[in-house]
């Protein structure tokens, strides 16, 4: 590896973007501990409470939605454009940046504009097909593409050329070992280490779908031996459980160490997010994916080549009921061979040195090879 001086990374918006954006930043300081790494974020995005806290230089930058249609928007757009690049090329210019290494979201379009300006290496890093609007614009500058998963270059025309290097995980997760963290975890949320464990989580912000059809399935589930440990999600309203049960529901508002949920869990019911997808097969989690119904389809496409190869089950947002679970995950959770079997097709196809391939793939890129 080159040395790596200075470092401006560029992502946010939402948690699909800044999680992988910090993972690397934790691999660029163990690597290069005297690295300056420099993060660019919007007013408004969870950047503002993820990043400061985790240790880094957070500097904000005006962005705005970039409009997917040509509409008196875009006409404005140039001017407003200029200000936002102007501004992150100031904030490269001042931390004398070796490379600009974009995650999406839109406050990556003006720094991957700031560092095309003044020929500086770009790496874009990208989880979705297709590819979100500023890393499909950031690619219009680059070569440098890299890909979360292996099926992106052939899902998508613009990655057909990309790196798969998979997806930086907080070390917490890609370096943990779920048996031996297990019965601290099962203690933490006080769940008996005798029964199946049914981990529900809808993702940072929650689905409320998920979490009404497991709620009306808990006096099943709880009759069947399968203890439950529900995130309900920070935007969530809260939902009935029954208080009578014979085996623990353990509800929790938001989980922000997800690594002891997932080694309390013998199986996760969860969305089709890029990151939780990368997470569940890192560590090898049969999980029952429910992609998220309003977008262009890419959490199906995030999920689809995992259960494909046998890690886990897919089922349409509108299917999941009470009846469903009681029909499918019930047996499944009580079914230990079938979950070795899932767990281990999900983890030959996840990766765990995501953060660690991206750097070099970033080095590379700066040595200009």
Known sequence: MGLLRSVVLA?????????????????????????????????????NELIPPAGYDLRVIPAFQLPRAVNLNLLRTPD??????????????????????????????????????????????EVNVPPGVANRMGMKFTKHIAVGFPTQPQQAESLRDARVVGVPLRTAIARMDRQALRPHALAHFGLRPDLPVLFVSGGSSGARTINLAVAGAAKKLAHAGVQVLHVQGGRNDPFEVPSDLPTPYVVVPYLSDMQLGYAAADLMLCRGGAITVAETTAIGMPAVYVPYPHSNQEQKRNALPVVEAGGGLLVDNAELTPEWIERTIVPLARDPRRLATMGAAAGAYGRRDGDEALLDFVCEAVAGR
């Open 80 to 125: 407003r454009m200029y200000k936002s690049a102007h501004a992150a090329g100031k904030i490269i210019d001042e931390v004398e940046a070796d490379v600009v290494v974009g995650f999406g979201g839109y406050v990556s379009v003006p720094a991957y504009l700031a560092a095309w300006r003044r020929e500086l290496p770009i790496v874009i890093h």
């Open 11 to 47: 992502g946010g918006g939402t948690g699909g973007h800044i999680y992988p954006l910090l993972a690397f930043a934790d691999a660029l300081r163990r690597h290069f501990p005297e690295v300056r790494i420099t993060t660019l974020g919007s007013p408004k995005g969870m950047e």
